[in-house]
């Protein structure tokens, strides 16, 4: 069975830093794009980085460009999210995804939350 498990999430003050991961099993996950998305309180889940399954491509929304890194290792079947100079609009639950397509999510995880105060 397939399974996303992230973890990496807690408490940090803005501008600190944390590492998220994200660890796959049960598919060949080395051929799924891999992304994190997140939702915050009230509002709807949003897109925050993907990474292709070469890890050649990597998109970034505008909102965390230039803060937060992702990266892949298949042969861990793990993908991180390296987050920088953190905000507390950053606070949200991240989830991490894998799909074969960008119109439909294959598989989430359970979320992890992170929480920024000011």
């Known amino acids: 069975q397939a399974q996303l498990v992230e973890s990496g999430g807690g408490l940090v003050q803005a501008g600190g830093s944390l590492r998220l991961s994200c660890a796959a099993s049960g598919r060949t996950f080395s051929i799924y794009l891999m992304g994190w998305f997140r939702q915050a309180p009230g509002k709807e889940r949003e897109f925050v980085a993907a990474?292709?399954?070469?890890?050649?491509?990597?998109n970034y929304a505008d909102s965390v460009k230039g803060r937060f890194t992702i990266s892949r290792d298949n042969a861990k079947n793990t993908v991180y999210l390296q987050m920088n100079s953190l905000k507390p609009e950053d606070t949200a639950v991240y989830y991490c995804a894998a799909y074969l397509r960008l119109s439909r999510i294959d598989y989430w995880g359970q979320g992890t939350q992170v929480t920024v105060s000011s």
């Open positions: 990474i292709s399954s070469s890890g050649r491509s990597i």
